[in-house]
């Protein structure tokens, strides 16, 4: 029964973290980019991003397939039996990890085409600045870590369901969200380096405007770090990550290239996620999702069981099966993950409005990330609900043109 209320209150607190949050004021469509943007720019994105979606679309088949065909036809049935056979069926936990390090790199080999094609696209736009051997050992660690991640908890699932049996997902949710913790946590000194060096801002303009605006909100001790982002591409970005003493705001260098108000902006923003404590609702939510989709792996294992399809909830032999749940539930809810973070981004958007009255820096902002990043200020409503974790670029303009009043930003 305790493990019963722990559980039942971790999906409580993943429902309340997502529904409680600051919202920003609803805008409605997303308008017109024709009066924010010149028409050349609008074209030259259009180029850049509509072989990008079809691409995308194609990469979501792909992942979405491998494992299916891993799980549902005797090729796949007969490739995880040799992988089991070959680490010993006895040996539960290994077999199950061994098959999910098969499947992630399977996916890896029959996308490579689509990702080399982005990549290559990308370079013609002038926005990767990475040589095939770099984008190459970049996307082996990304394989890699993801292979390793996929091991642990395939690993973990089975040495729980092998050791309790019927209670398994019980004692799963609450580990889960330890361990959803522990990533966010310890993502910055463990896993961000793989990709960035960082380094601390830099004394000069830059550094003391955004002190102004550290102090604005009460927060000048914030950690304020550079990464080299510039060794692989031109965009320009920021992020918050971390929790308690690992929380910190990283800027690309690339980013450094702006007005110092702009950055303020963008600075700002952030700090409204932090204020927002948008790292801490996505773990519990991230909890609560890894809660339902063990719900629903658990009433695919039982049906299969009562079929007579597997021995047991720690068959090894089904593992191909829980992986490929694990991925179809991760795809189908791609556009849930993408509502709530447009959320997030929406109320990061206003937070920073509200901080720094700046309405004016903040369309130039916006405006300069879009023409920079090639990204586009409007994208198909489809493309938008499956996968756009930002409000579109035409919105946020649309909210800052709103709010501002007279001494806002126009088209």
Known sequence: MPWTAVTACILVAGIVAVVTRPLAPDLGPVPDPAPWFDAALLRRIAAYQQPVRRAAVIGVVIDLAVPVVVAATPWGRALVRRIVDAVGAVRVSRAAAAVAVAVVVLMAVVRLPVDLWMY?????????????????????????????GAALVLAVGYALARRWSRQWLLVAVPLGLLAVAAT??????????????????PEGPVRDTLTAVLEADGRRDARLLVADASRRTTRQNAYVSGLAGTRRIVLFDTLLERRPDEIALIVAHELAHQRNRDVLRGVLAGSAGLAALCLLVELVVRRRIRRGRQRGR?????????????????????????????????????????LTGAYADYCAAQRGLVERNLSDPAPPTWARLWWWSHPPATSRLELAARLGGPEGCRP
């Open 184 to 201: 966010a946590l310890v993502a910055p000194l463990l896993l961000e380096p793989l990709r960035y060096n960082t380094t601390p801002l």
């Open 120 to 148: 290559r696209h990308a370079r013609a736009f002038g926005l990767s600045t990475q040589s095939p051997e770099g984008w190459a050992g970049d996307r082996a660690i990304e394989v890699a870590v993801t292979a390793l």
């Open 314 to 354: 720690a068959d090894p032999y089904a593992a191909g099966v829980v992986a490929a749940v694990v991925v179809v539930v991760m795809l189908a809810t791609s556009p849930v993950v993408a509502w709530t973070s447009r959320r997030a981004e929406a109320a990061a958007d206003l937070g920073s409005l509200q």
